[in-house]
């Protein structure tokens, strides 16, 4: 996993601008699998691929519906996991329809389906960086599944380096991306361990 990178986003804006950036690298038949804590800001990453790819509709949180659609310049499905207790769930959902050929899939707490997800595939990891200074950074780290999701994580790094410093006001720019350091977490409730369960 030597390609996966990491950027600390300070902002919405800047959450949205990283989800611009991989935008253009979208192709249909693509997953992206959205993990990390909960609040961390995935529902605004994916506003930001989302308007980057012509969607005028308001992208909201598919928490509660499960499943949202979208059109851009292709076709948008939105998922949310987080709600659902099992794998068989999340199949009688029709999961393996909504993995169109011909769609982009966002899936938020895809961590907790990794069997059901192809083999290549990008995942999200965001993570509140619990700085008391500075409560909107967000560190996200970018994973990817496949050689291929490695060529376009690093497409997106060049692009969102660019578009970060043109919205910063600081005048001395420092590359933001550093090589992916943070390991994999597993302190998070995943869809086999009673989520939604009402705690
Ligand atoms: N740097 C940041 N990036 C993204 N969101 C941020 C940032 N700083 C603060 N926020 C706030 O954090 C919240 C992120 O909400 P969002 O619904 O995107 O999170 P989520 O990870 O999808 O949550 P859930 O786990 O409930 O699906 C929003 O209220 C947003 O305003
Ligand atoms: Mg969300």
Redesign the pocket.
């Known amino acids: 996993m030597s390609s996966a990178v990491a950027v600390t ?4 804006e ?2 949205r601008i990283l989800g611009a950036s991989l935008a253009p690298l979208l192709l249909p038949g693509d997953v992206v699998s ?1 993990s ?10 994916v506003q930001g691929v989302a308007a980057a790819l012509g969607v005028s509709r308001r992208v909201t ?1 598919p ?1 509660f519906v499960i499943v949202h659609h979208y059109e851009g310049a292709y076709p948008i499905v939105h998922m ?1 996991v ?1 709600r659902l207790n099992s794998f068989q769930e999340v199949l009688d959902l029709g999961f393996e329809e909504l993995l169109d050929p011909e769609a982009i899939m966002f899936v ?2 895809g961590e907790a389906v990794t069997p059901l997800l192809p083999r290549r595939y990008l995942e999200v990891e ?1 993570r509140r960086a619990m700085n008391p200074d500075d ?4 560190v996200i780290a970018f994973r990817p599944r496949g050689a291929e999701w490695g060529r376009k994580v690093q497409a997106m790094s060049q692009t969102a380096e660019t578009l970060l410093a043109a919205a910063s006001a600081e005048t001395t720019q420092r590359s933001r991306f550093s090589s992916a350091p943070i390991p994999r977490a597993r302190d998070h409730r995943g869809v086999n361990d009673g989520k939604g369960s009402g705690a």
Not at 9 to 12: D, E, F, I, T
């Open positions: 986003s300070r902002s919405v800047e959450t959205l990390g804590d909960l609040g961390a800001g995935k529902t605004v990453f949180s928490s949310d987080y938020e707490w965001m409560p909107t950074d967000r």
